[in-house]
C-alpha cells in the first residue's frame, strides 16, 4: 500500500531562517509527487508536481527537489506569510491499480517575524 | 477566480439526518473527488469519479454515498449522519491523463450533533 510520512509534525522558524520539509514515500510507480499548501480553514492549494528523481521545480522563496525515496520542500529566508500546512501526496501508475493520490499528514510551518 | 465551489462553508446537522454536501468546478476537470480531513489523520479518499454517472469508492466509503449526473457536480451524501462525521469535507478536481495537481475547494466543516 502507498504511504506517505511528512515530518517534521511542526516547525517554527524565524523570519529569514532557511530550513526544509521532508516527504518519505512508498508507492508502486510513481506518477506523481505533490506538494500542497494549506492556510486554516481553507482547501489545499497545489503548489508543485515532481515526475521523476532528481527533479527540481522552484517557486519564490519553495524549492521541491525528489530522490526515490523522498522530497524535500526547501524554503529560503521564509516570510510570516509563508505560514500554512505543507502537503506532500503522491500518485501512482494506473497499471497498478492505484492512480488515487496519496496524502501525507501534513507540516505546519510557523515563521516569526 | 473561484474554481471549485462548495456549497456551504459551515453546516450543522442532527444524528439521523440525510445531508447533501454540493461541489460545482467550472474548469471542465474530468476527475471529481470526496475527501474528509481531520486532526491528526489527514486528508482521507471517500469517493471518487472520473466521469459523469461514474463513481469509485476510495478508502472509506462506509456511510457515504455520491452522485454525478452532470460534468462540473459532484454531490456527497450522508445517509443518516452520525457524530463521527463530524469533520471537514473537501472536494477537488482534476483533468484526466498525466499526473495533475488537483484543484480544491474550500471545504464544509460539518458538525453532526
Known amino acids: 500500500e502507498d504511504q506517505v510520512t511528512q515530518s517534521p509534525e511542526a516547525l517554527r522558524l524565524q523570519e529569514g531562517e532557511s530550513s526544509s520539509l521532508n516527504c518519505s514515500y512508498t508507492?508502486?510507480?510513481?506518477?506523481?509527487l505533490f506538494w500542497y499548501r494549506q492556510d486554516p480553514g481553507k482547501g489545499p492549494e497545489f503548489l508543485f508536481t515532481?515526475?521523476?528523481a532528481g527533479e527540481e521545480k522552484e517557486k519564490e522563496r519553495l524549492k521541491a527537489t525528489l530522490t526515490k525515496k523522498e522530497s524535500f520542500l526547501h524554503i529560503t529566508a521564509p516570510k510570516p506569510e509563508d505560514s500554512a500546512t505543507y502537503l506532500c501526496?503522491?500518485?501512482?501508475?494506473?497499471?497498478?491499480?492505484?492512480?488515487?493520490?496519496?496524502f501525507g499528514a501534513g507540516t505546519r510551518l510557523t515563521v516569526k517575524p | 477566480d473561484v474554481k471549485v465551489t462548495q456549497s456551504s462553508r459551515y453546516l450543522v446537522k442532527r444524528t439521523g439526518e440525510k445531508v447533501f454536501l454540493e461541489c460545482v468546478q467550472d474548469?471542465?476537470?474530468?476527475?471529481m473527488f470526496w475527501y474528509r480531513q481531520d486532526p491528526g489523520l489527514g486528508l482521507r479518499l471517500i469517493y471518487f469519479?472520473?466521469?459523469?454517472?461514474?463513481?469509485e469508492k476510495g478508502d472509506i466509503p462506509e456511510g457515504y454515498s455520491v452522485s454525478r449526473e452532470k460534468k462540473e457536480r459532484f454531490s456527497l451524501i450522508l445517509e443518516s449522519a452520525s457524530t463521527n462525521q463530524t469533520s471537514m469535507y473537501l472536494c477537488?478536481?482534476?483533468?484526466?491523463?498525466?499526473?495533475?495537481?488537483?484543484?480544491f475547494g474550500s471545504g464544509t466543516r460539518l458538525t453532526v450533533v
Open positions: 477537488a478536481s482534476s483533468r484526466s491523463g498525466t499526473a495533475y495537481g488537483y484543484t
Open positions: 474548469m471542465d476537470h474530468e476527475n
Open positions: 508507492v508502486s510507480g510513481l506518477r506523481g
Open positions: 469519479s472520473y466521469d459523469v454517472k461514474m463513481k
Open positions: 515532481l515526475y521523476s
Open positions: 501526496a503522491v500518485q501512482g501508475h494506473p497499471q497498478y491499480n492505484n492512480n488515487d493520490m496519496r
